[in-house]
């Protein structure tokens, strides 16, 4: 992937110059704090420069942090900070950046504002609002499922199941005018009923109504005609105009390459409850294509890292649960290459460890990135200092400035084209979310991609996608969500820097998983991450760039007993820089080593700390940014890279109505269902002996069979039989639980029963059904054949080999096509299975054995119908071209497996994907020689 840097960017100066005196800024940091803090500002209001000195320490202590952070921390909090935008911002030699000193302040009415407003619903149907579906609903047997929210807690509603309702529901899946609504609807009950039904479904909210808030597009206030106040309470977003000047370029040149060494370096961290997810997924609906929402309910579905049990059970407990499930692999592999190489009991004060002399062993192949990201660096002195790197999309961080500058708006426009123009067979949609009245100030923004959705939000977006029009299927070992509307992959992204980690709302949290699914949105480097606890952490660089500054322990008991005088003369003592800051994240102080004023404020901060980390500081010589008098700041530049290779496949599902077929058959109907309960060795007997006389004496009236292995509720059997007579079926059903009634009668199988058999259309289309079915037939009957003989693991897994070699010589796929699909179902069965180095280790072994063993030889009946699977295998292949053929392969060996196994199935289907991969590679390279 060749990585390349965006040529626009934002960054971010303090208010204040790094050279300048509290005495000096004193007015201007009032100004500041009587926005941020009104409680304080009274306190001091009238206190003068002259006055600093005589203050109480606390109050001393309280305005010093404030200048603190209006002097050194970039990250925008009211005025304290601003952000900027440098279109064409490299040049090619250095030419200082000029901002404006003074800040354009753009004030918006603050979030929490919308909570004081009160809107009669009555009045609002009879303005002829728009209304809008909470589209989160879903239906059980008997009622109406849905999102809803109350004092900023989310909770699964529900309400009985009425046709009117869901009639208005879909109605209103696009905003809608009460008129339109009811002429489209064309309701025999009076108007005055009508109101009372919308006033009831928006109350409960099923429906919300355009003076709902809307986080993303237009700004609700705005939109809905509230005026700013004087008293109003603000949200400010201050911005610095940039004059003149730019980035030299040739400091930038060694950031693609260290992008590159990072792919190889840095191991993909896996999100732990989208594994889990997808675990519980497989094992409860397979292959299946579901709703979002019912995926995700606690009862029908398999919820989200029990975020649903969040609030039920006992705290202490809770706490613990699923602990012993999780573990973190993901930088073991790495922790290990570095101490092979560096022992931190050597780390010494001063040493740099660069990354790009270390001889570090790296993978095979570099992981996926996604196609924009960012990395958060200053600029000092013709070095680059990285603060963070990666994330799912560049436009994470600029997101929240497009609410106040069209330049940014278009700025983020063009990352989200340029991540659609690389991924055309998918579609990218902003997650719309607001539940933290206090926070979500930062989530209001311009919707910058083409798509939307809107959890609990109304929408002003021009074609919204709806949850209920979201489909969720596992491919491989991907989550994919498809829009049945467009009929196409979707891809959520979150054009914002919100911590959802916050949120215990299980939808919410999964489509911001979703956009860490499979790549490599972490490129940081953090050496405290693989040695913890350390006393002492060097810098680590790599060419210019530095990734990780010194740190130094620091305890609690070791500071506060000191003056000043003797904490300045313990720092020097263990080598602490004479800038250093403390704090985590965007939440730090920076101090001067030897200046008494910051250290007595320093030993003030430590007495509510215990143990702190202190991270070396370098203020620049000659600073890149300045103002039009000279003044230097700190800049925290928003430097966005991006590729434009392809990291997301399509994902299309067949339209289900081109081909009228029958969905459902209920007893009675052509085909008769069976579900027998037994152990699982059980299954091979039954199969072998009672279901193959059933079949053998009834063969006459059976047109076509097939059984599937299923664990759902109990291991058993699920035998399906296509009569050629409906009449038959009373007669075959009794005769089918006489043959049965032996191993019932004798506990050998716990339950027998008849069902309804609902054909899986979604999954393999209405054109394609009958012949799977007729596959599958053919199928059940050589793996019927085949338990007449007692064939080993490593026997059946030769099987499949010899179908694979067929399939492939067949030239339904190309060479290296196939080899890829191999590879990816064998990467997802490693991943789920949790494969460790040990465990390679064992199945190469085994694959020797395989390898050498011979092939166990099957008898006239058994190898035609081995014949007959094969050929039916490829004409329904051939059926269908391109992904779904992949896929419709995938699902069928997936199948043959279940059937050719009586236990472990997916354990074996692992080992089999792994050994054909094997099988293949080696089949690849012979045909190149």
Same mark, same amino acid.
């Given at each position: ?730 007669? =075959?059903? !009794?005769? +089918? ?8 009668? #004798?506990? %050998? $199988?716990?339950? /027998? &029963? ?32 085949? =338990?007449? !003989?007692? +064939? ?8 499949? #080999?010899? %179908? $694979?070699?067929? /399939? &492939? ?48 030889? %099957? ?71």
């Amino acid at each position: 992937m060749k990585v390349k840097i965006y040529p626009d960017v934002v960054f971010r100066t303090p208010k204040f110059s790094y050279k300048s005196t509290l005495v000096d800024c004193w007015d201007d940091l009032k100004a500041a704090i009587s926005i941020s803090s009104d409680a304080f500002y009274q306190t001091i209001k009238d206190v003068t420069a002259e006055e600093l000195t005589l203050l109480p320490s606390k109050v001393f202590f309280t305005i010093w942090k404030y200048y603190n952070r209006a002097k050194f921390r970039s990250t925008p909090y009211g005025t304290f900070a601003g952000f900027s935008i440098l279109n064409a911002a490299f040049n090619p030699s250095e030419t200082k950046i000029v901002v404006q000193e003074d800040q354009t302040v753009h004030k918006f009415i603050d979030w929490p504002y919308k909570n004081s407003l009160n809107f009669s619903l009555a009045d609002l149907l009879k303005s002829n609002c728009l209304l809008f579906a909470n589209s989160s609903y879903y239906f059980t047997t008997s009622s109406i499922r849905y999102i809803a929210c109350t004092d900023g807690l989310f909770e699964l509603a529900e309400i009985d199941k009425d046709e009117f309702v869901i009639q208005i529901l879909e109605a209103c899946l696009v905003p809608i005018t009460v008129t339109e609504l009811i002429e489209k609807l064309n309701p025999l009950d009076s108007r005055e009923e009508i109101f009372s039904l919308l006033e009831d479904m928006l109350s409960f909210q099923l429906l919300l109504s355009d003076n709902d808030p809307n986080i993303i597009g237009e700004d609700y206030f705005q939109r809905i005609g509230i005026e700013k106040d004087i008293d109003m309470p603000k949200y400010l977003i201050a911005e610095r105009k940039v004059i003149s000047g730019g980035i030299d370029e040739k400091l930038l040149n060694n950031i693609p390459g260290l992008i590159n060494f990072m792919q190889y370096l840095q191991p993909i961290e896996g999100r732990d409850a989208l594994t889990q997810f997808i675990n519980k997924f497989r094992k409860k609906f397979e292959q299946k294509e579901i709703p979002l929402s019912l995926a995700l309910d606690p009862e029908m579905g398999i919820g989200y890292d029990e975020l649903e049990q969040a609030n039920q059970g006992d705290d202490f407990v809770a706490q613990f649960y699923g602990k012993q499930n999780k573990k973190d692999n993901s930088t073991n592999n790495l922790k290990e290459n570095f101490k092979k190489l560096l022992e931190s009991k050597g780390f010494i004060s001063k040493e740099v460890i660069r990354l790009d002399k270390l001889n570090l062993p790296l993978a095979d192949n570099a992981t996926k990135i996604p196609n924009s990201f960012s990395m958060l660096m200053s600029i000092a002195d013709e070095t680059i200092y990285v603060d963070q790197t990666g994330g799912s999309t560049a436009n994470a961080l600029s997101g929240r400035f497009t609410l106040a500058s069209d330049k940014v708006f278009q700025h983020c426009k063009n990352i989200a084209k340029l991540e659609q123009a690389a991924n055309p067979d998918v579609l990218f949609f902003d997650v719309a979310y607001m539940v933290e009245t206090n926070v979500d100030n930062i989530n209001r923004r311009k919707l910058v991609y083409g798509k939307q959705l809107s959890i609990l939000n109304f929408d002003t977006s021009e074609d919204p996608i709806t949850i209920d029009d979201v489909m969720l299927s596992i491919q491989g070992s991907e989550v994919i969500l498809r829009s049945k509307k467009l009929n196409k992959r979707i891809v959520p992204r979150m054009a914002s820097a919100y911590n959802y980690s916050r949120s215990d709302l299980s939808v919410f949290r999964l489509l911001c998983d979703l956009q860490h699914q499979n790549v490599q949105t972490n490129l940081s480097f953090f050496i405290e991450n693989l040695y913890p606890e350390l006393p002492y952490y060097p810098k680590v660089q790599y060419q210019n760039i530095v990734l990780s500054q010194q740190k130094w322990q620091i305890k609690k008991e070791n500071i506060v007993k000191f003056a000043v005088s003797e904490c300045i003369e313990y720092l020097n003592k263990i080598g602490v820089s004479k800038y250093f800051k403390a704090g985590l994240s965007d939440q730090t102080l920076c101090f001067e080593r030897d200046n008494d004023i910051d250290i007595n404020a320093f030993i003030q901060y430590m007495h509510k700390q215990n143990t702190v980390y202190l991270e070396e500081v370098i203020l620049p010589e000659s600073s890149v940014v300045v103002d039009e008098s000279g003044k230097p700041y700190l800049a925290q530049f928003i430097l966005n890279l991006y590729h434009e290779e392809k990291i997301y496949d399509g994902f299309e599902h067949d339209d289900e109505s081109k081909t009228d077929v029958v969905q459902i058959f209920p007893p009675g109907k052509e085909w008769l269902y069976f579900e027998i309960y037994c152990h699982q060795q059980r299954s091979d007997l039954l199969l072998s002996g009672p279901i193959a006389a059933f079949l053998e004496n009834h063969k006459l009236k059976i047109k076509s069979w097939f059984f599937i292995r299923y664990n759902e509720n109990g291991y058993h059997l699920r035998v399906r039989f296509l009569l050629n007579d409906i009449k038959d079926g009373q007669e =075959l059903t !009794t005769a +089918f639980a006489d043959y049965l009634e032996e191993d019932l009668n #004798a506990g %050998l $199988i716990s339950d /027998l &029963q008849l069902r309804t058999y609902k054909r899986e259309t979604h999954r393999y289309g209405n054109d394609l059904i009958e012949k799977i079915e007729s596959h599958f037939s053919v199928d059940s009957k050589f793996v019927l054949a085949l =338990l007449e !003989t007692q +064939f080993s693991a490593n026997a059946k897994y030769k099987i499949v #080999a010899d %179908l $694979i070699e067929v /399939l &492939q010589s067949s030239e339904l796929f190309d060479n290296q096509i196939f080899a890829n699909v191999i590879k990816t179902m064998s990467d997802s069965f490693n991943t789920e299975h949790n494969l460790e180095p040990a465990d390679f280790k064992k199945i190469n072994a085994q694959y020797q054995i395989y390898r050498k063993a011979d092939a166990e030889e %099957l008898n006239e009946k058994q190898n035609a119908a081995f014949v007959s699977f094969q050929q039916s295998f490829i004409e329904i292949l051939k059926a269908c071209e391109g992904t779904r053929r992949v896929q419709l392969f995938s699902d069928l060996l997936h199948m043959y497996v279940n059937r050719l196994f009586n236990k472990d199935q997916r354990t074996h289907e692992m080992v089999i994907y792994y050994f054909l991969l094997k099988d293949v590679q080696r089949r690849n390279a012979m045909n190149k020689v």
